[in-house]
């Protein structure tokens, strides 16, 4: 009902008052009084309401806000992660395999120059050193390091009698260890200074027990870090499992320093990964995740200042806020003037009827006003819930008409996704505290779906009798289209739209959960592009950008429905196969994608030619675990680039590390 038939109301009402009254005398001043504390009590229902409802609404969107946050956080922290310990875990292949019977015959030199060579594949690896018993670098990559003597008795994890693995050291200050000194107390790390990681492995080489020394450039995990979470989104660190800081994103935050993150401490004891609040060097508090390596005694740890992630909640709240205080404002104000004002009346005994009458009209039509022009959808139902008033923006929001709905109950509004248990828990709430407020989805006239932020009060006479319900409510479909864009993001690739690593695990559990109740197979193919670095630096990278997204969509075609093709980074590609009978059914889809790969990709005047190398692991002959299963496949994808590339080769239980050089087995440990 809008503010013309209000007034068309109060008017008839008026006119059909016997004119007796105006000569016999008032209503009862106190009839007047209580119907004066009734239109002043839902008046102030109707602000604290909207204000109740303001403050929740706002309250959940910051709590939505930080929610986000802490799981793009944790987004983070796993993909650091899982760089770190694959590429760490490059470093263990690699020093298992450096050193075999085959290079019995090398003197010191002959293995510095072995070394060299194949430090020079690894970009983050300054150097490798041999160390006798005592400790003395007998052989290194980098001859400066000769004859120097290393202690390695402050290495994690600690060692134990007869087994050798990676242990991982406190940061040293300098290039090498030629020129470098530990990080302690007495020594600090300086601000622009370089810096090493070192890292043991023991070895039985010719008979005898020796240590394998590698110095690991933190530099380039800082810059792969700043590619992935830039310097103003926040901060990464790396430590130890003791504490000992190894490198940082933030220029504050020296490397040999201790842990400052005490939140994180206490949550390292119960969990391998998860997040905590705790208060920056700048004073400021920060939101953090945390991540433990699955190989070896290492945390990742990311910060996000909590005012930047409240940055869109904060402009968003004023903006709310700016334009609903001042309409509570306005109508407390001039609800309470309009008691004040007929009290004043009453006190005074109004002489004549005609003024009563007018000064009746405006308080209604001050009623009317709020009611009408209100951005906010109001509706009104009696106590048994049918609808009496409608205000314009309900109208507006909905497509209905008032005539459409006057008399009907509010269900006819409803869109089915939420359940009966959801409306039944609503009710509850408004029987038992008069108030609930949250989001409904509801649908409009035209069949369009749209989301809206409610509140709802029931209205209740002196006896506590509820008489009729309230209902303010927004349209918040946009807010909710956009969330919906950043979860779309945050599961993933920016350039090529396929499915990120996030996103393929997910599909990955959901495949071999599917292929276990049916007793199928699935087939994980690693895919590493031959010769796209050649395109980037020949024609620069937003052409191999082009040439990315164009193969990618041709390697998307060859496949079937059901399949997945996920782009975990740089050229790389996963495609998962689902219902395979025997391993020989995914071949044809295998050589579809080597296919597909292989045409030439025109960008521009350029023709450009590639290839993949493609390794394939079967589930669950390979593996029953969804890493295991992407180890394998990686490792038979480097079998196939060793076989020539522009193949696909199936993944071989024993076949030694792709990273090594020879086929030899490894040592056994004596």
């Known amino acids: 009902m809008d503010a013309c038939s209000l007034q068309h109301n109060v008017k008839s009402s008026n006119s059909s008052l016997p004119k007796t009254e105006h000569a016999t005398g008032l209503i009862p001043v106190p009839t007047r009084n209580r119907a004066n504390q009734l239109f002043?009590?839902?008046?102030?229902?109707?602000?604290?309401?909207?204000?109740?409802?303001?403050?929740?609404?706002?309250?959940?969107?910051?709590?939505?806000?930080?929610?986000?946050?802490?799981?793009?956080?944790?987004?983070?922290?796993?993909?650091?992660?899982?760089?770190?310990?694959?590429?760490?875990?490059?470093?263990?292949?690699?020093?298992?395999?450096?050193?075999?019977?085959?290079?019995?015959?090398?003197?010191?030199?002959?293995?510095?120059?072995?070394?060299?060579?194949?430090?020079?594949?690894?970009?983050?690896?300054?150097?490798?050193?041999?160390?006798?018993?005592?400790?003395?670098?007998?052989?290194?990559?980098?001859?400066?390091?000769?004859?120097?003597?290393?202690?390695?008795?402050?290495?994690?994890?600690?060692?134990?009698?007869?087994?050798?693995f990676l242990r991982i050291g406190t940061p040293w200050s300098g290039r090498d260890f030629v020129d470098a000194y530990p990080i302690t107390n007495l020594h600090p790390a300086s601000g622009n200074a370089l810096s090493i990681i070192p890292v043991i492995r023991g070895i039985s080489y010719k008979g005898g027990n020796y240590v394998l020394l590698a110095a690991i450039n933190p530099d380039y995990f800082i810059n792969l870090f700043s590619q992935k979470l830039k310097s103003e989104q926040g901060v990464a660190d790396v430590l130890r499992y003791d504490g000992t800081l190894l490198l940082s994103t933030g220029e504050a935050n020296l490397p040999g320093g201790p842990n400052s993150h005490a939140a994180f401490d206490r949550a390292?004891?119960?969990?391998?990964?998860?997040?905590?609040?705790?208060?920056?060097?700048?004073?400021?508090?920060?939101?953090?995740?945390?991540?433990?390596?699955?190989?070896f005694p290492l945390v990742v740890v990311t910060q996000v200042a909590r005012d930047r992630a409240l940055l869109k909640w904060t402009s968003e709240a004023r903006s709310l806020l700016l334009v609903i205080v001042p309409m509570l404002l306005a109508v407390l104000v001039l609800s309470i003037r309009a008691y004040l004002r007929q009290q004043r009346e009453d006190a005074e005994i109004v002489s004549s009827r005609s003024q009563?009458?007018?000064?009746?009209?405006?308080?209604?039509?001050?009623?009317?006003?709020?009611?009408?022009?209100?951005?906010?959808?109001?509706?009104?139902?009696?106590?048994?819930?049918?609808?009496?008033?409608?205000?314009?923006?309900?109208?507006?929001i909905t497509g209905y008409e008032p005539q459409e709905v006057l008399g009907q109950n509010p269900r006819f509004l409803q869109s089915g996704?939420?359940?009966?248990?959801?409306?039944?828990?609503?009710?509850?709430?408004?029987?038992?505290?008069?108030?609930?407020?949250?989001?409904?989805?509801?649908?409009?006239?035209?069949?369009?779906?749209?989301?809206?932020?409610?509140?709802?009060?029931?209205?209740?006479?002196?006896?506590?009798?509820?008489?009729?319900?309230?209902?303010?409510?927004?349209?918040?479909?946009?807010?909710k289209e956009h969330q919906q864009q950043l979860e779309h993001l945050a599961q993933h690739d920016r350039l090529t739209e396929l499915p990120n690593r996030m996103l393929l695990a997910d599909r990955l559990r959901q495949a071999m959960a599917q292929g276990q109740r049916r007793g199928l197979s699935l087939a994980i193919a690693y895919i590493d592009l031959d010769g796209f670095k050649a395109v980037n630096d020949l024609h620069s990278h937003a052409v191999g950008d082009k040439l990315l997204i164009t193969v990618s969509q041709r390697m998307k075609s060859a496949l079937r429905d059901g399949d997945t093709l996920a782009r975990i980074g740089g050229d790389e590609f996963v495609v998962v196969l689902?219902?395979?009978?025997?391993?020989?059914?995914a071949e044809p889809i295998l050589e579809r994608l080597l296919q597909a790969a292989a045409d030439p990709v025109k960008v521009g005047e350029a023709l450009l030619h590639v290839s993949a190398s493609l390794g394939v692991a079967l589930y669950p002959r390979d593996g029953t675990d969804g890493d295991l299963l992407m180890r394998n496949a990686d490792q038979a994808m480097y079998a196939a680039k060793q076989a020539g590339r522009n193949r696909f080769h199936w993944f071989e239980a024993n076949r030694n590390n792709p990273h090594a050089l020879g086929d030899e087995p490894s040592l056994t440990p004596t």
């Open 578 to 585: 689902v219902d395979l009978v025997q391993s020989s059914d």
């Open 40 to 164: 002043l009590a839902f008046m102030l229902l109707f602000v604290a309401s909207v204000a109740v409802g303001t403050g929740y609404i706002l309250m959940r969107l910051r709590s939505d806000a930080l929610v986000f946050q802490a799981e793009v956080n944790a987004i983070h922290t796993r993909a650091l992660e899982d760089q770190l310990t694959q590429s760490f875990n490059i470093v263990d292949l690699m020093l298992v395999n450096v050193l075999g019977d085959r290079n019995a015959g090398l003197s010191s030199e002959g293995i510095g120059r072995h070394f060299a060579e194949e430090s020079r594949r690894i970009p983050y690896l300054r150097s490798l050193s041999l160390l006798d018993a005592q400790g003395r670098i007998i052989a290194s990559s980098n001859p400066g390091n000769r004859d120097l003597t290393v202690l390695v008795d402050n290495y994690l994890p600690p060692a134990t009698g007869g087994q050798n």
């Open 268 to 295: 390292l004891l119960s969990a391998e990964f998860g997040s905590f609040e705790n208060t920056g060097a700048n004073g400021k508090e920060m939101l953090s995740a945390f991540r433990t390596s699955r190989l």
């Open 356 to 396: 009563e009458r007018r000064q009746a009209q405006a308080a209604t039509q001050l009623a009317a006003n709020v009611f009408t022009h209100a951005r906010e959808g109001i509706l009104i139902t009696d106590a048994a819930g049918n609808i009496v008033k409608v205000n314009d923006s309900f109208c507006r």
């Open 417 to 479: 996704r939420q359940s009966k248990e959801f409306y039944r828990e609503m009710w509850q709430a408004l029987i038992e505290f008069g108030f609930w407020a949250g989001e409904l989805w509801n649908r409009r006239k035209n069949g369009d779906v749209f989301a809206e932020l409610v509140a709802i009060s029931a209205v209740r006479d002196v006896d506590g009798k509820t008489q009729n319900y309230v209902g303010l409510f927004s349209d918040i479909t946009l807010m």
